[in-house]
Structure formats: C-alpha cells, structure tokens
C-alpha cells in the first residue's frame, strides 16, 4: 500500500475563531509567519504525500492564492536586492502538487471527503483535519506514524489520543484493543458520543489514511450528529466491511481552532523560532515576574 495523496478539508465556516474568521478563512490566519494551512501541507509532504486536494468553499479563495506565484512581488523583491524573500514566497507554491475542490454546501466532514473521490480514484489516501496542528521535535511526522502503520497492516490507519471527558464528549469515541505500542485494533466508534454512550476516553483524532471504499458508504450515509453527514458514520459502516487500527500517534497536537489551543501554538512556535525564539523567552519571564 502506497499513500501519495491527502484530502485537506477547508470548508468550515470557523465560528469558533470569530470576528479574526469572517472575512479570513481560519487556515489563514498566522501562526507566527505562516498560516496554518501551511504546517499542515509540510507535514503531509514530510509524509512522503505528493497531491494534496484542498476542499474549499466560495470564501476561501486567500487558500489558492497564497499556494501560487505571485509574480509582482517576487520581481519586486529580486528587483529591490531581496532574493531570499522573493525565493520563500515562490516555495511556498512549489511544496506539492495542490488541487481544489469547493463544496458548494456546508453539509459536514463526511460530506466535505466525499468530494475528494474524482481526485482520490482507487488508491488509499490521507486526510489531514486543518484545525490540528501536530508537532514532532524529531521521529516521523504524525501523518507518516499513520502510513507507516497503514502499509504494515494493510488497511485503514486513524489516529487517536485518549483525552480527558470534557473533550471526548466534543470529539468522538473509539472502543479499541492493543495490537503493539501505540497501535490498535478498532472494534467500534460514534461521533459526539455523551457520557453515557462514549466507546472509551480514545477520540479518533485529526488524521487519517483511508481506503477508497470510504467514498460509495459516504455517498449513502444519513446526518448524523448535528444534522451533518459524519465521516465517523461512514468509517463506521467501513469497520463493517474492513480491518481499521487506530494510532496513538507520538506529536504534541494543538487545536488551532480554538483561542486557546490557538494561542499555545502562537507561544510554542515563536519560542521555537530561530530568529524570535530568545527573544521571546526573555519577554516572558520579565511579564512572568512583573504579573507575580
Ligand atoms: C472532528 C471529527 C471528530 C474528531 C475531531 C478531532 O470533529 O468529526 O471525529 O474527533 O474532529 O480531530 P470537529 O472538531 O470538526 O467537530
């Protein structure tokens, strides 16, 4: 099994990150000086991922215009001695080979994929949820832990994280068994799951390698939780044809799609930037000892 494509689903409205998200789609907005979007597409290219389709809507045209040239600027910066700039601009373009798609309704996640079965064709692809930013210091970006246990077992690899009640309820819910570290076999999942019916404390999490049969079961998949068609249905219905494990993939997530998760980030990558993370550190600790 060989995964060479990934599905971006960037079709959300980003009620969550509002006024910042109305006229700017929420994967533009910056995590330090790159959008969101951008992390995303790195690590499904650090994934060995080649095509990438972004499932877009009518607001979220900044999207195809950031992944291109933009040829003023670029001859503008070469012209003004600023060579370095002109060739970050132009890589952003060059990364992979980005495809879109709009979905003309917002009718859900499981609708969202839907979309990607002309571009997907036959083959196992990736998804990579944009609000979920995974962060690997070194080892194998989080999409590729999901591959890599994808190729091994032959089938659907999703990832997962066990994660405390107040958020399970939020996700979704995974009953599993332990395979080896990290991987399970999955026995059964729902989405917002309450209390009472949740499967265990594991909700799949932001990333997954699918098989292609995911398309013909989303086609004919009712709404589910909140009146929208669910890819955790569908996956669900796929469990009752195929093998699917789950990886507790080893990153450090942040959901970005929230001002919490989003500002974590924002102070997680600064400090690790090269040229602010110091910088940043000492302003921290100077407010950190003048709010004491
Ligand atoms: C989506 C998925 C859900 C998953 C969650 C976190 O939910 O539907 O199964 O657990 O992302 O990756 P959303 O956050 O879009 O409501």
């Known amino acids: 099994m060989k995964v060479t494509k990934a599905v971006i689903p960037a079709a959300g409205l980003g009620t969550r ?15 330090v000086d790159k959008p969101v979007i951008q992390y995303i597409v790195e690590e499904a290219v650090a994934s060995g991922i080649e095509d ?3 499932v877009t809507n009518r607001a979220k045209s900044a999207m195809d215009d950031y992944f291109d040239y933009h040829p003023e600027l670029e001859h503008r910066l070469e012209a003004g001695g600023k060579a370095r700039e002109a060739e970050t601009s132009r890589a952003v373009a060059d990364m992979a080979n ?13 609708h969202a994929i839907w979309r990607a079965k002309r571009f997907v064709g036959d083959e196992p692809f990736a998804i990579l949820l944009g609000d979920d930013i995974m962060y690997t210091e070194q080892g194998a970006p989080a999409l590729r832990q999901l591959i890599d246990a994808a190729e091994k077992y032959e089938c659907s690899a999703i990832g997962t994280r066990e994660v405390p009640d107040d958020l399970i309820v939020k996700y979704s819910s995974l009953r599993i068994e332990q395979l080896e570290e990290r991987v399970f076999n999955i026995l059964d999942m729902n989405e917002k799951p309450t209390l009472e019916t949740k499967l265990s404390n ?5 990333r997954y390698v699918l098989t292609s049969s995911i398309f013909d079961i989303l086609e004919n998949t009712a709404p589910g939780a909140g009146g929208e068609i669910q890819l955790t249905d569908g996956m669900r219905t796929l469990l009752g044809r195929e093998r699917m494990v789950a990886v507790d993939f080893d990153a450090k997530r942040y959901d970005t799609g929230n001002l919490r998760g989003f500002l974590e980030a924002t102070i997680d990558y600064a400090l690790r930037h090269p040229d602010a993370g110091e910088w940043l550190r000492g302003f921290i600790l100077d407010k950190a000892e ?3």
């Open 98 to 110: 980005i495809f879109y798609v709009r979905q003309k309704e917002t009718k859900g996640l499981g």
């Open 290 to 292: 003048k709010l004491k």
């Open 52 to 54: 990438i389709l972004i």
């Open 202 to 206: 594991y909700a799949i999490m932001g």
């Open 17 to 31: 990150m509002l006024p910042a998200t109305k006229t700017v789609p929420k994967e533009m907005l910056p995590l």
